[in-house]
């Protein structure tokens, strides 16, 4: 009888120790680079709701907050480019968790022109409108009428003001670069995507973020190039441990953290980039930055 009663508490003692390894690699606490409780690592507040046959085209990939907690809100814009040869549906825990933390989101299949980020861009102005879209009224955008009451008859048109982003990674970041002087986005982020030529830059007029990984051979000295012609305020970092494929995934903190400082006035999170001891300028984050004294 004492032996059954050790072999029952011999095998008690294996289910605690397998049920503490599945909860060490499954549970609660994620692999942060040392950043402890940091909120871009988890999902945000709200709920999410996706919809993978949705956008201008019907194929895009559409993600916002939803449930009681975004009732009678507002909430800011991020149009992201798929790397190439994927699509939406690769990057649907990507776009839930910056969803979740309130932001209204349209992945699209990348083009090297970009034009499907602005037509994504143009599509959601129309859905704010419509009383029949879920998206009605959820969104920070505003229309103004360009009527001047002048003598002439010329209304001007109407002109669209929004709070507003665009990202990419890999070509969605090479067509990100294309689009980004477009006049309705606040700030770019590109993940893995160095410009072919190095005239990416070029279009660049708001504060934009390069995120690379360490051990992609093929992006990130060309992410470099770009952050040498960069005239805007910039920051970059190189991910250690990190290839082309997973940059986004690892990068999703940072790109979640950067779209709330910079579309939520949420401006306590600047040292968490331009800090010497910042979330993402230690640990796996090597980081840089520059032309900040113009921002």
């Given at each position: 009888?004492?032996?059954?009663?050790q072999k029952?508490s011999?095998w008690?003692?294996?289910?605690?120790?397998?049920?503490?390894m599945i909860f060490?690699?499954w549970?609660?606490?994620?692999d942060?680079?040392?950043?402890?409780?940091y909120?871009?690592f988890y999902?945000?507040?709200y709920?999410?709701?996706?919809?993978l046959?949705s956008?201008?085209?019907?194929d895009?990939g559409?993600?916002?907050?939803?449930?009681?907690?975004?009732?009678?809100q507002?909430?800011?814009?991020?149009?992201w480019?798929?790397?190439?040869?994927?699509?939406?549906s690769d990057?649907?825990?990507?776009?839930?968790?910056i969803?979740?933390?309130?932001?209204?989101?349209?992945?699209?299949v990348?083009?090297?022109?970009?034009?499907?980020l602005?037509d994504a861009l143009d599509?959601?102005?129309?859905?704010?409108?419509?009383p029949?879209s879920p998206?009605y009224?959820?969104?920070?955008?505003?229309t103004?009428?360009?009527?001047?009451g002048?003598?002439?008859?010329?209304?001007g048109?109407?002109?669209?003001?929004?709070?507003?982003a665009?990202?990419?990674?890999?070509?969605?970041?090479?067509?990100?670069?294309?689009?980004?002087?477009d006049?309705r986005?606040?700030?770019?982020?590109h993940?893995?995507g160095?410009?072919?030529d190095?005239?990416g830059?070029?279009?660049?007029?708001?504060p934009?973020?390069?995120?690379a990984?360490?051990?992609d051979?093929m992006?990130t000295e060309?992410?470099?190039?770009?952050?040498?012609?960069?005239?805007?305020?910039?920051?970059?970092?190189?991910?250690d441990?990190?290839?082309h494929?997973d940059?986004?995934r690892?990068?999703?903190?940072?790109?979640?953290?950067?779209?709330r400082?910079h579309?939520?006035?949420?401006t306590?999170r600047m040292n968490?980039?331009?800090?010497?001891?910042?979330?993402?300028?230690?640990g796996?984050w090597?980081?840089k930055?520059k032309n900040?004294d113009?921002?």
């Amino acid at each position: 009888m004492r032996k059954a009663m050790q072999k029952r508490s011999l095998w008690v003692l294996v289910a605690v120790v397998m049920a503490m390894m599945i909860f060490a690699v499954w549970g609660c606490e994620p692999d942060d680079g040392g950043s402890g409780d940091y909120d871009t690592f988890y999902d945000g507040p709200y709920d999410t709701t996706q919809d993978l046959s949705s956008g201008p085209s019907g194929d895009s990939g559409l993600f916002y907050p939803s449930g009681a907690e975004a009732e009678g809100q507002t909430f800011p814009i991020f149009v992201w480019g798929c790397g190439a040869g994927s699509g939406p549906s690769d990057y649907t825990d990507h776009m839930n968790r910056i969803a979740s933390h309130g932001f209204v989101v349209v992945a699209e299949v990348s083009s090297n022109s970009g034009t499907e980020l602005t037509d994504a861009l143009d599509w959601l102005v129309s859905e704010n409108s419509d009383p029949s879209s879920p998206l009605y009224q959820m969104m920070d955008i505003t229309t103004n009428s360009g009527d001047s009451g002048g003598c002439d008859g010329d209304s001007g048109g109407d002109t669209v003001s929004m709070t507003a982003a665009a990202g990419g990674h890999s070509r969605g970041s090479i067509g990100t670069f294309a689009i980004a002087d477009d006049p309705r986005l606040n700030t770019t982020v590109h993940v893995a995507g160095g410009s072919f030529d190095g005239s990416g830059p070029d279009n660049l007029r708001n504060p934009t973020a390069y995120i690379a990984g360490a051990d992609d051979t093929m992006a990130t000295e060309n992410v470099e190039r770009d952050y040498r012609n960069t005239d805007v305020p910039v920051f970059m970092t190189v991910m250690d441990n990190v290839g082309h494929m997973d940059a986004a995934r690892e990068g999703l903190p940072a790109i979640v953290a950067w779209l709330r400082w910079h579309l939520m006035g949420e401006t306590e999170r600047m040292n968490d980039f331009l800090s010497e001891d910042g979330v993402f300028a230690t640990g796996m984050w090597d980081s840089k930055y520059k032309n900040w004294d113009q921002y």
